[in-house]
């Protein structure tokens, strides 16, 4: 993807390739799920596959090649999905983009306290401070991981913030996949 930065590590690229794809598709999406396979391993075993990819036009793409999944099922919480899961030796690493609202650790010491999940999520929804973020977090098998935030109110490529500890309970939760 052109926004990509090439001097990132080969999985901030992916992330940051994820990140874009997802926003070209706007706001108020469902979490999406990516296989990550490694490009060049692609490109031998699976040359029709890397065809269909535009991976065959004899430019040499290193790193990690994204690989949508089917849609993640709306009317099961995220984490008894991701439990779910079992990927193939093929799967080198997988990705999750999701948006959520955040509120700035300024806000915690004002949280009601007794509050169910959805009622907490409703006081969140209603919060001054809150913002309004897609998290696209990816692992590895080796237990790399890196994550890229974009806060709507600030949608552009050069506003992302990309770090491997930006989410760690999510890549956690993607991590325990391939356990």
């Known amino acids: 993807m052109s ?9 901030t690229r992916a992330v940051l390739e994820i990140d874009e794809y997802v926003s ?14 490694d490009t060049a391993r692609l490109r031998t075993q699976e040359p ?10 004899g ?21 008894e999905f991701l439990g779910t899961i079992a990927w193939p030796d093929a799967v080198t690493g997988c ?3 999701v948006e959520r609202l955040m509120l ?14 959805a009622q907490l999520a409703k006081w969140v929804a209603k919060h001054p401070d809150r913002q309004e973020v897609r998290m696209t977090v990816a692992v590895l098998r080796d237990g790399a991981r890196e994550s890229a935030l974009r806060l709507r109110e600030k949608d552009s490529p050069t506003e ?6 930006l989410v760690p309970g999510l890549a ?6 391939f356990a």
């Open 160 to 165: 992302v913030l990309t770090g491997s500890d």
């Open 48 to 57: 029709g596959l890397a065809s269909q990819l535009g991976l065959d036009d």
């Open 104 to 117: 700035p650790p300024s806000a915690e010491t004002s949280v009601p306290e007794g509050l169910s999940e």
């Open 95 to 97: 990705a999750l983009t």
């Open 59 to 79: 430019v040499e793409h290193a790193g990690f090649t994204p690989i949508e999944q089917e849609e993640i099922p709306a009317d099961k919480p995220l984490d």
């Open 24 to 37: 070209g598709l706007g706001w108020d999406r469902p979490a999406r799920l990516f296989a990550l396979v």
């Open 3 to 11: 926004n990509t930065p090439m001097a990132a590590s080969p999985l």
């Open 172 to 177: 956690d939760a993607l991590a325990a996949t």
